[in-house]
């Protein structure tokens, strides 16, 4: 074993004392042909070094199979799940019988932490992995999207296509039967008051045709049995035919009365059935158009959506791009989804890769129609501000749990059920975000879920670490020296125990000023006489203010966590700015203060 371990890359560079105890605590194991070593979706404990024989690596995506790669002799496999504390990525089958080395995990973190050398390997093995895996999946991931785009149209048109192709076939009887209606009234010989009388009421049965009656069943009966009483009285036959078409009609009572006073018994019968088979073929007439339009939408809107025969680069309708995304998505949302929009009208035109920002929209809806089990609300929201347009995705599933959300944009990572879900789409729409210079953020809890996606109107001309100021403007000195007079309790995230840094020595000032100081650090058991904890869900009462000293792209899940645990205010030390916190916090009604230090502004307001 010590041989063999000696030629594999990971173990090479270790020290011969260190390779000999690897050797005593590893266990081996066989396997036949076609047996699974490990399940995807399964929990990772060990990792396996393949002594002989072949081990696939196999991926399931949209319903299929997909064989990443086959591990040969010498090449570990399952280290991933175990470095990461996450469900095995993948299916590991022997291809033929196979002889392995079992490595656990307390071994395998040994060995990295004591070896860089074959940490190092390591690394270099997992970052080309997951390259080889990312591509092979990405393609997987579009053709799938694509199977998924087309059944979705090709359910979209098969309704209207239908509806055209029943009502032609109807056009035709129709047609017959008005060409014999017409021969009919022409043998009457009708005198030019009843002739301008046909020509009115044709006008009538084209109005209603484009615009039919409303009427609940029960009044739709009523009328029926109204008119049939009407004409059998006056001798005609068929009623039963006749009645539901003039209901439809909505021919008036003064109508039918006149069509009693200009036309005999006898011509009233040719006149009936005249004017239902002018409403049919204006009906059917209307049903092809509406048919043929729906489907000319369709194909529009599929056009639109993937930017055909333009520019990589080009002026994007955002709203567009949003409602193509709907059609294109339609016949998921019919399970019952409802969505509302609330879009910005002075929302502008902005410079980007139309087909890449739909594909956004389109993962991002999807996942929610997925996340509420096809029954819930979809909320579409836009603003515009400094040059920077938002878009917010909301939808009031059961939400993404906190302990996983700085995970989602994460390649390959998914909350769905093996087989359902590569865990690319959001890693995807992260990635053409950022393409963009914009910026991705998620907020959830049950019942809550908002993906807001900031994009600047020109990408190109922007620089990426400037993102939209849409807050509020500084708080007046009134405002900020009643949140210091109001203020009991400060939860500070990021708390320092060394007294030469501002994270230590503003909470310290603050605490001798007589505030409550409630240290918020998964570092520290203890500062300045309280005990810390290691985030803002775990105190054990609400805060005031929630003082931050993290970096600012840290400063979104404190918010978040600031919100759900009750706050009232939350404040960003000197240096510390992100604006769509900031708006965030807003929204859920917080007061905010950045870039400002708490100690200089109680200085200057209230005095030592």
Not at 494 to 504: F, L, M, Q, T, Y
Request: proline share 5%; hydrophobic share 40%.
């Amino acid at each position: 074993m010590y041989a063999f371990l000696k030629k594999v890359p990971l173990f090479a560079q270790l020290p011969q004392e260190d390779l000999e105890r690897l050797c005593a605590l590893v266990t081996e194991m066989r396997l036949p042909a076609g047996e699974e070593l490990f399940q995807e979706g399964s929990q990772g404990d060990r990792a396996y070094v393949i002594k002989d024989g072949q081990i696939e690596i196999l991926k399931s995506s949209g319903g299929s199979t997909l064989l990443l790669a086959v591990r040969q002799s010498g090449d570990v496999i399952g280290e991933m799940a175990l470095l990461e504390a996450a469900p095995r990525f993948a299916t590991a089958r022997a291809r033929s019988d196979s002889h392995l080395l079992v490595i656990e995990h307390q071994h395998l973190e040994h060995l990295l932490n004591t070896s860089p050398s074959a940490a190092r390997t390591l690394l270099h093995t997992i970052t080309a992995r997951l390259r080889a895996s990312e591509l092979t999946l990405r393609q997987s991931e579009k053709m799938a999207q694509l199977g998924t785009m087309s059944a979705g149209i090709a359910h979209e048109l098969n309704n209207p296509a239908a509806a055209v192709g029943r009502g032609a076939k109807q056009l035709t009887e129709a047609i017959s039967r008005l060409q014999e209606s017409h021969l009919e009234l022409n043998r009457l010989a009708l005198n030019p008051e009843q002739t301008l009388a046909l020509k009115d009421f044709e006008l009538l049965a084209r109005q209603r045709a484009a615009q039919p009656l409303e009427l609940n069943p029960l009044q739709r009966s009523d009328r029926e049995q109204q008119l049939e009483d009407w004409l059998e009285q006056r001798g005609i036959q068929d009623t039963w035919e006749l009645a539901p078409m003039l209901v439809s009609v909505g021919i008036p009572d003064e109508a039918i009365e006149r069509l009693a006073d200009a036309f005999s018994t006898q011509e009233l019968a040719h006149v009936a059935r005249w004017l239902e088979a002018t409403f049919s073929v204006y009906s059917l007439l209307e049903e092809i158009t509406q048919g043929a339009g729906r489907m000319s939408e369709i194909i529009k809107a599929l056009k639109s959506y993937v930017y055909l025969d333009q520019a990589p680069v080009q002026s994007v309708d955002v709203h567009e791009g949003l409602d193509n995304t709907l059609v294109i998505l339609r016949s998921k949302l019919k399970g019952g989804v409802v969505v509302q929009r609330e879009y910005d009208p002075e929302l502008p035109r902005i410079n980007a890769y139309g087909s890449e920002l739909n594909q956004v929209w389109t993962n991002i809806i999807d996942n929610a129609i997925d996340a509420m089990d096809n029954h819930g609300e979809i909320i579409l929201r836009t603003r515009y501000a400094d040059d920077w347009v938002t878009v917010e995705i909301q939808d009031n599933g059961p939400g993404i749990p906190p302990e996983i959300q700085p995970k989602i944009f994460s390649p390959f990572f998914t909350t769905k059920a093996v087989g359902k879900g590569t865990g690319l789409g959001l890693n995807i729409s992260y990635n053409i975000v950022k393409k963009h210079a914009g910026d991705i953020k998620v907020t959830s809890r049950p019942g809550y879920t908002c993906f807001e996606v900031s994009l600047p109107v020109d990408f190109e001309h922007v620089r990426t670490e400037t993102l939209p100021l849409a807050v509020a403007g500084k708080l007046s000195d009134e405002l900020l020296l009643n949140i210091l007079k109001e203020t009991r309790t400060i939860a500070v995230v990021g708390i320092s125990d060394r007294p030469a840094v501002p994270a230590h020595s503003v909470p310290a000032y603050l605490q001798q000023a007589g505030y409550r100081i409630i240290p918020v650090n998964p570092r520290l058991k203890e500062v300045l006489g309280e005990a810390a904890y290691p985030h803002l869900l775990a105190l054990p009462e609400p805060v005031d203010v929630v003082l931050i000293f993290r970096r600012s792209e840290q400063v979104h899940e404190v918010v978040e966590q600031a919100i759900q645990s009750g706050a009232k205010v939350i404040w960003m030390q000197q240096g510390i700015v992100n604006a769509q916190a900031a708006a965030l916090a807003q929204r859920e009604g917080l007061l905010v203060v950045m870039d400002t230090c708490m100690r200089s502004t109680h200085q200057r307001l209230v005095g030592a």
